[in-house]
């Protein structure tokens, strides 16, 4: 018998050395293909609009000039951020970020590469943690080995683009979400830091906030495993607490848009994005032909009038065209 208790304990152990060997090396790759990349493409910053005007946002509110992007029109697009004046147009999430690197290593294009890098190791940490709980520790480390390869994750490192950080925010959203439902004694911090998180990847692409409340339904309805073992009082108190904390995240800026455009809106852009896709030319993808086709606005209009104007064309098209909107 103690034998075989050795046996077991050796095999155990030999697997245990032999897993974290495996997700050491898996990470260490993804962090080295991501620095030999971003240390390989020139010190600059991709010419197109949305990353000029991250960068143009970070800058401004370090210098203190506040949310503005004076980056003004782009050749052959509807108006973006008015230049002189504050801007509700960008979600925060990304260029807030962005100042953030600046603040703390420099304003260097290449630090916010290196900085996107690492996150890219803390993603693949999660996503082993998501796999391994799920499908196994295998599985776990064949996940990040995918990822340490995957062109798409390793490229975005090296642009202005939300991905990086998005995508690191949802990953660690499920992650609360997933152990909040596995304890079988409800901790708050977590649902707290479940909402938190969700907050921000919704405060940095806004369709996190539609994962948030997709999550909250299955966990009130117990749909999947681990929310029964929680009492239904109890799941609604860990939904009130992840939703007190994705609210109070977005209400300063809420609340800072109220005061700019008089309404509490997360961004001016929504409706300029869906008018895009949605009208007669449109399509489940970005085109110039969609773009051409819907109202055409100002510069010199306030952002949230102009919002107005794409609201109203998208909503009156969606009832024209339900089916294709569905399709879409």
């Not at 060997?21 to 962090?31: A, I, N």
């Not at 693949?124 to 709980?133: E, P, R, S, V, W």
């Not at 449109?282 to 819907?294: E, P, Q, S, V």
């Amino acid at each position: 018998m103690k034998i075989r208790i050795k046996v077991a304990d050796r095999v155990a152990v030999t697997s245990f050395v032999t897993s974290h060997y495996w997700l050491t090396l898996g990470l260490g790759l993804v962090l080295s293909l991501r620095l030999i990349y971003v240390f390989c493409i020139p010190n600059a910053i991709a010419h197109w609009r949305d990353g000029l005007s991250y960068d143009n946002i970070a800058r401004n509110l370090i210098s203190g000039v506040g949310y503005w992007d004076t980056t003004g029109e782009w050749p052959g697009e509807s108006p973006y951020a008015n230049p002189s004046a504050p801007t509700a147009r960008w979600m925060p999430g990304y260029p807030l970020f962005v100042a953030g690197v600046y603040l703390v290593f420099g304003e260097s294009y290449r630090t916010v590469y290196v900085v996107q890098a690492i996150l890219g190791v803390v993603i693949a940490g999660l996503i082993y943690l998501l796999a391994k709980d799920t499908l196994g520790k295998r599985a776990g480390v064949l996940a990040v080995f995918l990822y340490a390869v995957d062109p798409f994750s390793i490229g975005i490192c090296g642009r202005f683009q939300t991905e990086h950080l998005f995508t690191l925010l949802v990953t660690a959203t499920l992650y609360c979400f997933f152990k909040v439902r596995e304890e079988p004694r409800v901790q708050l911090n977590l649902a707290l830091l479940f909402g938190l998180l969700a907050g921000a990847g919704a405060l940095t692409r806004n369709v996190a906030g539609l994962m948030f409340g997709g999550l909250c339904l299955g966990a009130l309805f117990d749909w999947g495993e681990g929310s029964g073992r929680m009492r239904f009082g109890t799941r609604v108190f860990v939904i009130a607490i992840a939703s007190v904390g994705f609210l109070g995240i977005h209400a300063p800026w809420l609340i800072r848009n109220y005061n700019l455009t008089g309404q509490y809106v997360l961004s001016t852009e929504v409706w300029q994005a869906l008018a895009v896709a949605n009208n007669d030319n449109g399509g489940a993808y970005f085109t110039r032909k969609g773009l051409a086709a819907i109202p055409q606005t100002s510069i010199e209009q306030p952002e949230i009038e102009r919002a107005a104007v794409y609201k109203t064309f998208v909503t009156d098209w969606i009832a024209k065209h339900p089916w294709r909107f569905a399709w879409f």
